[in-house]
């Protein structure tokens, strides 16, 4: 079993930047992938940016140009920096950890609000 905590979320005025973090109580491994999706109120939970084994990194359109997703293995933990931020990004941010063989971890999420 592993815990994902996340944390860095709060209130933001639209143009200003948050760097969430997502701590791992167990090693991140290599071939791991991690990653942020967020959620929303009515919406579907939807991905915002993962990071694999190698440094392959995918956004999703909405946030490309505007996020950068990074992990510090030695610490186990995945940041998450968001530049020029929208009333639209506006969402519960959840960091999920997919093991290599399978099992797959989400955190708690912390909270984004974007005021316009």
């Known amino acids: 079993q592993v815990q994902l905590v996340e944390s860095g979320g709060g209130l933001v005025q639209a143009g200003g930047s948050l760097r969430l973090s997502c701590a791992a109580s167990?090693?991140?491994?290599?071939?791991?992938?991690t990653g942020w999706y967020r959620q929303a109120p009515g919406k579907q939970r939807e991905l915002v940016a993962t990071?694999?084994?190698?440094?392959?990194?995918n956004y999703a359109d909405f946030v490309e140009g505007r996020a950068m997703i990074s992990r510090d293995i030695a610490k186990n933990t995945v940041f998450l920096q968001m530049n020029s931020l929208k009333p639209e990004d506006t969402a519960v941010y959840y960091c999920?950890?997919?093991?290599?063989?399978?099992?797959?971890?989400w955190g708690q999420g912390t909270q984004v609000t974007v005021s316009s």
């Open positions: 167990r090693t991140i491994l290599n071939n791991d992938v």
């Open positions: 999920k950890l997919r093991r290599a063989y399978g099992a797959e971890y």
């Open positions: 990071i694999s084994s190698g440094g392959r990194i």
